[in-house]
């Protein structure tokens, strides 16, 4: 019984322990990859198979939920689809390939744990061995400078500050609630955030290491150096994963503070606005793609909290429907980013101009991805942010809703732009590369996987919502 | 349901089946290669499109305001959210010109296009449906999304094989457009939360309180008065105009800008009767502005391209000036100055399409004299033109003259005013025919006598119309002179459904005022009477 419920996570420690013994030896990269594919693919099957199932482990401290499950899915397909994008891993040291992808691993299996636990040790324990993982694997770069030293400080200095921030808030509610099981917060936070502004300020405090994961206002000043410092699948992983299992925790913490409008969907609420306002704004400007992915990331996890704080089924679900949405169609940004730069070199507009010529497969997916993410139907993000105006409209947040309007249409532009600069050609400019990219055909499959899913979803997006709703409505 | 539709009767779905016949054409056409082939496939497909809608004149039931060949299939249940696709005699005119003129933008960029043509063929076909699907769409969040997806083939056709600054031009008719209509969404979603529909029709039914149809009508003006494009949301038309390739302009002209007016009809008048009526003296001074500014900067321009396109947003001044009379003749004139600006604007943007594969210019100086080598295509252009300027006997004659007496029956100053704007279209109009047709008064004569030979040196090889070129103006012309002399036919598919909606609005203004009796929005609904009885 436990084996199946518990089947992801072994799955993972086993895809960890094989690539461990493998650090011992010497493989080429492409043996690498190719065992970390298999278990990846291995995880996700584990992953696919254990949807369903549910039970409380741990002294019910770990609870396998239709949510948690669901999380668990898209974080394993998340590592998946990294791995592949990353083929042949151009950006990384060639002696730490097999490190890097152990590591990789162990970052997924600790979002993994994080989307099952349901009490507040556990997820700091969860938080730190995903934030651990990812902290060494920064710095792996090869031959850029030393840029990536400055990104991984950056990460790590951010990462513990928060950290530090959320243990103190726990302290807090602890000291308010006394217990740390989220089931038993649930029922006592609701009366006590209504009531005491120190409650507001704890649960916000508690929050703050998920706002740093998914980028949020006050913690987001170490995105655009750690994406533009870090290998293009590095920023790849960082971008996505760790984001899906901070909107899990960010939903999980505003069910526990109550369903009511109070103080405290008002931090939030100037918090996501603050979010999408300074991405949009700040993306606008940026030449280096990365650091403009970083801002929008900002951007988006302004729009995630729409639904987070509605704290509704609509609204919840039509965040896990858009982190989702967004997992995909930002991964989607990094595989055309990581191909553009053959040596693991970051890339600016002037890199993608003439795309359309060297890999029209490529300028594609990018044109579908940056559609996506500006919200343009029928793509995934179009329903996402259907969904999440229409989760925020019904609990009459009508002036949010309008900021994030404006917002999405200031977006525009930058996503515009990319897509702009890799199909107009540029007009006076002959000596820019003209060679066309050759894709293995992995990655050609890869390229096709994200433009088909991207619609597919945005067109057909019953199958996927209904498990967001129904994955959401275990938790109120 | 049944109050609202009648399902389809044909033996086929008709409306599907012009949704996804360009569709599997693009999808086919990725895997072909060779231009010439790909041109016919596209011609062809979209030729299959226009036939199969041809049931949709004949079998249009004109008796009734129902929507009609409708079709219905579950999509997204939870939402209450279906598959719904009908037309009705607002709608159905349309589609027609969507389905006829599209064959035509392929023929135009027979040689016009000449890098990328698998894309370009693919890009027209998924516009093709993205258009199309506007017209049918029964459901707001459907219309929504073909709406908005329009914007990606737009923007493609601009900014891949556009003119020299089409950069700047395709990025802002882009972000103007979907700036504007985004809030249309938030008003898709308002509706949606008050009425739990995104069923047209319904929504059309419910009685909405006075300062939410404000609103409402706020959000849904703003993006369909960019579109249309109405004073002063309009300068995006002129960049797009003159950069996007000659397809991309006459289906700018042709059915991109019909889809303001397309709008109004179906979401502001029947939605949000009350706060058209209040906002009526704004947009009917709105339209004149549109009227005179757009004929007078036409008056100035020496690109014909751009001469054509301010001509665009006097023409469809007269459209929004025809919706917001609120009568039967205004409502129905303005509809068929549609149809006519479709055709008559898109046949313009081909002849100019012609003519600058000819002398790769689009400046009245050097496109002069061509009377003199290019007699079938002067002839041509003067019917066109005419029909431009609403010569009686012409379609344009028509529309505009049931604007006009909409505007003289209701606001006699409105009228007055607009006649300015038929006096400046004439004027500009005129100027452009007779500098390209004759003019060589300014000495500056780019092709000499010689010019009608095949000669490199001295100029440009000045040959008439090909056989091509020829069949696509001859089938406009059709158009021009049909809807001119018997336009019957035409204003009797629209009859009823225009006598539907201003029921509508009357019956929903009546609501307002009968609920407001006493209320504050009934004296601002007075006082907005009495500022037009005042300044009219």
Redesign the interface.
């Known amino acids: 019984m436990l084996n199946t419920v518990f089947l992801p996570e072994l799955a993972l420690m086993l895809t960890v322990l094989v690539l461990f013994f493998m650090t011992l030896g010497k493989f080429k990269t492409g043996t690498v990859q190719a065992v970390s594919l298999l278990f990846a693919a291995i995880s996700l099957v584990a992953a696919v198979a254990s949807f369903g199932s549910h039970g409380d482990l741990f002294y019910n401290a770990y609870r396998v939920d239709a949510l948690s499950q669901l999380f668990k899915i898209a974080i394993i397909l998340g590592l998946f689809l990294v791995f592949m994008l990353g083929h042949g891993l151009t950006g990384i040291r060639r002696e730490l390939h097999t490190e890097y992808n152990m590591f990789l691993t162990i970052s997924a299996m600790g979002l993994v744990f994080l989307s099952s636990s349901v009490e507040l040790l556990t997820i700091l324990l969860s938080l730190e061995i995903s934030s651990y993982a990812l902290y060494v694997v920064i710095p792996f770069r090869q031959g850029q400078g030393r840029i990536h030293v400055e990104a991984g400080i950056k990460y790590v200095l951010f990462g513990a500050a928060s950290t530090g921030l959320t243990l103190y808030g726990m302290s807090y509610v602890f000291g308010l609630a006394h217990t740390t099981y989220l089931s038993e917060l649930a029922q006592k936070m609701p009366a006590l955030v209504a009531t005491q502004p120190l409650a507001v300020f704890a649960m916000i405090f508690v929050m703050t290491a998920f706002f740093y994961k998914l980028a949020l206002f006050p913690m987001h000043f170490w995105t655009p150096d750690v994406y533009q410092g870090a290998s293009n699948e590095t920023a790849g992983f960082v971008a996505t994963l760790p984001k899906v299992g901070a909107v899990l925790l960010l939903i999980r913490f505003a069910a526990v503070a109550g369903f009511d409008i109070t103080q405290f969907t008002w931090v939030l609420a100037a918090i996501a606005v603050l979010s999408m306002t300074l991405g949009n704004l700040s993306a606008l400007v940026q030449n280096d793609l990365k650091r403009l992915l970083a801002y929008s990331s900002i951007a988006h996890a302004g729009y995630v909290m729409l639904g987070v704080i509605t704290a509704d089924l609509v609204g919840m679900s039509a965040s896990v429907f858009y982190v989702i949405g967004y997992l995909l169609m930002n991964l989607g940004c990094f595989y055309v980013i990581y191909n553009i730069a053959p040596d693991g070199e970051n890339v600016t507009f002037d890199d993608l101009k003439g795309l ?1 010529k060297r890999s029209p497969l490529l300028a594609l997916t990018l ?1 579908v991805s940056a ?1 996506s993410m ?5 793509t995934i993000g ?1 329903i996402g942010k ?1 969904m999440l ?2 989760g925020a ?2 609990k009459g947040f ?1 002036a949010l ?2 900021i994030a ?1 404006i917002n ?2 200031v977006a ?2 930058y996503y ?2 990319m ?2 600069a890799a ?2 050609a540029p ?1 006076s400019d002959p000596s820019l590369p003209f060679e066309a990219i050759t894709l293995p055909l992995g990655s050609r499959f890869l390229a096709t996987f994200f433009i088909v899913i991207i619609i597919a979803i945005g067109a ?3 199958s996927l ?2 498990a967001a ?1 129904s994955a959401i409505s275990t938790l109120l | 349901m049944e109050k609202y539709l009648i399902l389809n009767t044909l033996n086929f779905p008709i409306l599907s089946l012009l949704l996804v016949i360009p569709v599997i054409g693009a999808v086919v056409a990725m895997f072909m290669r060779g231009d010439t082939l790909l041109k016919f496939w596209g011609l062809a497909v979209t030729l299959v499109t226009a036939l199969v809608s041809l049931p949709l004149w004949t079998n249009f039931d004109a008796a009734t305001a129902k929507y009609q060949f409708v079709e219905l299939r579950h999509w997204f249940p939870a939402l209450d959210l279906n598959y719904v696709v009908g037309v009705d005699g607002i709608s159905v005119l349309l589609v027609l010109l969507t389905t006829l003129i599209m064959p035509l933008c392929i023929l135009c960029s027979w040689t016009y296009i000449k890098t990328r043509m698998k894309e370009f063929i693919i890009v027209t076909l998924l516009m093709e449906t993205a258009m199309l699907g506007v017209f049918v769409s029964m459901n707001t969040v459907l219309f929504y999304i073909f709406w908005e997806g329009m914007l990606v083939p737009m923007y493609l056709i601009i900014a891949v094989w556009g003119g020299e600054r089409k950069d700047y031009a395709s990025i802002k008719f882009f972000l103007y457009t979907f700036a504007g209509s985004i809030f249309l969404l938030v008003a898709i979603v308002a509706m949606y939360i008050t009425t739990g529909t995104f069923f047209i029709p319904a929504l059309m039914e419910h009685s909405f309180p006075f300062g939410y149809q404000m609103w409402i009508f706020a959000a849904c003006a703003l993006g369909f008065a960019i579109k249309m494009p109405m004073f002063p949301f309009h300068t995006w038309l002129p960049a797009a105009h003159v950069e996007a390739p000659v397809a991309g302009s006459v289906i700018l002209a042709s059915i991109l800008l019909k889809m303001g007016g397309y709008g109004f009809l179906r979401f502001c008048l029947p939605m949000a009767p009350a706060a058209t009526l209040y906002c009526m003296p704004f947009l009917l001074i709105m339209s004149l502005i549109s009227i005179v500014v757009g004929g007078y900067l036409a008056l100035g321009q020496s690109d014909v391209k751009k001469l054509i396109a301010y001509s665009s947003v006097g023409h469809m001044g007269f459209v929004t000036l025809g919706i917001f009379l609120l009568n039967d003749a205004g409502i129905k004139g303005a509809m068929l100055q549609m149809l006519n600006h479709g055709v008559t604007t898109g046949a313009l943007f081909i002849l100019i399409g012609i003519i600058y594969e000819r002398t790769h210019s689009r400046e009245l100086s050097v496109n002069n004299k061509l009377g003199m080598f290019m007699p079938i295509y002067v002839t041509f252009l003067g019917i066109f033109s005419l029909s431009s300027l609403a010569f009686p006997g012409t379609n344009s004659f028509v529309g505009e003259f049931l604007v006009l007496y909409g505007a003289f029956d209701k606001f006699p100053v409105v009228g007055a005013v607009s006649i300015l704007g038929a006096i400046l279209a004439a004027a500009y109009m005129l100027r452009m025919l007779q500098k390209m047709v004759w003019d060589d008064s300014d000495g500056h004569v780019h092709h000499g006598e010689d010019h009608g030979h095949d000669d490199d040196n001295g100029g440009h090889k000045l040959f008439d119309c090909n056989f091509r070129e020829f069949i696509q103006l001859a089938f406009l012309t059709v158009f021009v002179f049909w809807i001119g002399l018997h336009p019957q036919p035409l204003l009797h598919i629209m009859d009823t459904s225009v006598a539907h909606l201003i029921h509508q609005i009357d019956a929903g203004s009546a609501v307002q005022e009968a609920v407001h009796h006493h209320g504050e929005h009934h004296a601002l609904l007075e006082t907005a009477g009495a500022w037009v009885r005042n300044l009219l």
């Not at chain 1, 500006?374 to 029928?378: E, K, R, S, Y």
């Open positions: 359309s044109l559609f500006a919200g343009i139907p029928p179009f259907f105006f229409t409209l019904h009508y809703v309008i309007v999405a249409a525009a532009f515009l732009k897509a702009r199909y107009c007009e057909m997006p019953q919502l209904n709703k």
